[in-house]
């Protein structure tokens, strides 16, 4: 059963800080794995997909990681804003039997201060 | 990115009564589309898998018979919370693949319900 876990689980950190958000994950045969971030109330929104094949992506200040091998990913976050302040999830689709299900860690809830 | 509708985005309702909750996706057409709960301060929970022309797949756990769930058309899915109580309450929140089993997921901006 696939596994994933978000360390730390919160971050608080000044405003123009790089940062780095970690996701792991038990079962390596991925599909792919996926970036949100979720505000209070709200749904989420899609940050970065990364496929199985694929080493990095990069949006603006985001860029992501992964390590299919070693069941890991990293979310780096340059020059942060008070407005990224959010849960941020990171979810793998995939795994042995071929499961188109998301699945999702804990999350890790960022606060930049300005 | 795409775009994925999700109405009402609340909804208050007596106990007992029934409550439907769509999910479209506007720009592209989903096979597959998934729903989800999610409690204050928790992580979402899958409840079912849907896919377009046939039943769904619930979760372990989960009501089918409580949680109706119809993909009648490739962009709209729709979550019928049966005879609604208190326990019911929640944040459900729908997304939509693209692209199949390797294509991104995305999400409506989900809904409130509260059951009094």
């Known amino acids: 059963k696939q596994e994933v876990t978000q360390i730390p689980a919160a971050l608080s950190v000044p405003e123009g800080e790089n940062l780095v958000l970690n996701c792991s994950f038990t079962d390596s045969a991925i599909y792919n794995l996926q970036w949100f971030r979720q505000d209070p109330g709200k749904g989420l929104t899609s940050l970065l997909l990364?496929?199985?094949?694929?080493r990095e992506q990069t949006s603006g200040r985001l860029n992501a990681s992964l390590d299919k091998s070693s069941g890991r990913s990293t979310l780096y976050i340059a020059a942060s804003q008070p407005g990224d302040s959010a849960t941020y999830l990171c979810a793998v689709r995939g795994g042995r039997g071929g499961s188109e299900k998301l699945v999702f860690g804990k999350g890790t809830k960022l606060t930049v201060n300005p | 990115g795409a775009v994925v509708s999700q109405h009402p985005s609340w909804v208050i309702c007596k106990s007992g009564t029934s409550v439907k909750i769509e999910c479209r996706s506007l720009?592209?057409?989903?096979?597959?589309m998934f729903w989800y709960r999610q409690f204050p301060k928790q992580s979402l929970m899958l409840m079912a898998t849907?896919?377009?022309?046939?039943?769904?797949?619930?979760e372990q756990g989960v009501e089918k018979d409580k949680f109706l769930i119809n993909h009648a058309s490739l962009t709209l899915s729709t979550l019928t919370v049966t005879s609604a109580h208190p326990e019911d309450s929640s944040f459900y929140i729908c997304?939509?693949?693209?692209?199949?089993?390797?294509?991104?997921?995305?999400f409506g901006e989900g809904s409130r319900l509260t059951v009094l």
């Open positions: 997304s939509a693949s693209r692209g199949g089993l390797g294509g991104e997921l995305f």
């Open positions: 720009d592209f057409q989903a096979t597959t």
């Open positions: 990364i496929q199985s094949s694929q």
């Open positions: 849907s896919n377009e022309g046939s039943k769904a797949t619930y």
